[in-house]
């Protein structure tokens, strides 16, 4: 088994707009991207747990030419809001690095 952040080349996490983040997970080799994508670990009920956000509000794309998996979630609070603890998105990965991949 080994992290996401280890087998990643770049893990991501920033606006989508006021209402949504994005997560890129970006790979470098092939082989890696191909073992992860179909692990099936990174799937809409991880990333609904992990983010307590509906199931049915995660798109998860595989963009197997670029060798990168994005997952998209609504925001918790809209960008900016006086309640929102990151404005950015960027801090929002770090649930993901520690995701164990086989």
Not at 33 to 44: L, T
Not at 46 to 60: F, H
Not at 75 to 85: L, M
């Amino acid at each position: 088994m080994t992290r996401l952040i280890d087998l990643a080349g770049v893990l991501r996490s920033k606006n989508a707009g006021p209402l949504d983040i994005t997560f890129d997970v970006m790979f470098t080799d092939k082989e890696v991207y191909e073992r992860v994508k179909n692990s099936g670990v990174i799937n809409k009920v991880l990333i609904s747990q992990e983010y307590n956000v509906n199931l049915e509000d995660v798109l998860i794309t595989e963009f197997d030419i670029v060798n990168t998996i994005k997952i998209t979630i609504p925001r918790k609070y809209v960008s900016g809001d006086i309640k929102d603890t990151d404005i950015y998105g960027c801090q929002q990965h770090s649930p993901l690095a520690n995701v164990l991949i086989p």
